[in-house]
């Protein structure tokens, strides 16, 4: 069971960058997905979830309107498209998947985590 991350790098402010994350070792189609990040010296905090279906995405009020989640079920992927960049955006961002999908924006309540990749935005 795998998580993978990737699409992490530099950008300036104001800029953009697209996460994805790609499961393998098993479908994750009936899981919440879920990303993550770490600031430098910070604790985890959530940024994004989104369920199966047309169930609404979930989104931390200091990405809301600058980054969409979106999943392709079919390939097991989730992305995560983060535009407007900020420097405080800077942190290692995680994938993640929760089986029972009842507090989405709940990082204890994922089951499986990728390791992350680096998003470093200057100023």
């Known amino acids: 069971v795998q998580l993978q991350a990737s699409g992490g790098g530099l950008v300036q402010a104001g800029g953009s960058l697209r996460l994805s994350c790609a499961a393998s070792?098993?479908?994750?189609?009936?899981?919440?997905m879920g990303w993550f990040r770490q600031p430098p010296g910070k604790a985890r905090e959530f940024v994004a979830a989104?369920?199966?279906?047309?169930?609404?995405?979930y989104y931390a009020d200091s990405v809301k309107g600058r980054f969409t989640i979106s999943r392709d079920s079919a390939k097991d992927t989730v992305t995560l498209q983060m535009n407007h960049l900020k420097p405080e955006d800077t942190a290692t961002y995680y994938c993640?998947?929760?089986?029972?999908?009842?507090?989405?924006?709940?990082?204890?309540?994922?089951?499986?985590w990728g390791k992350g990749t680096l998003v470093t935005v200057s100023s």
């Open positions: 993640a998947a929760d089986r029972q999908g009842l507090w989405p924006t709940e990082m204890h309540e994922y089951d499986f």
């Open positions: 989104v369920k199966w279906g047309d169930n609404p995405p």
């Open positions: 070792g098993r479908t994750f189609r009936s899981y919440v």
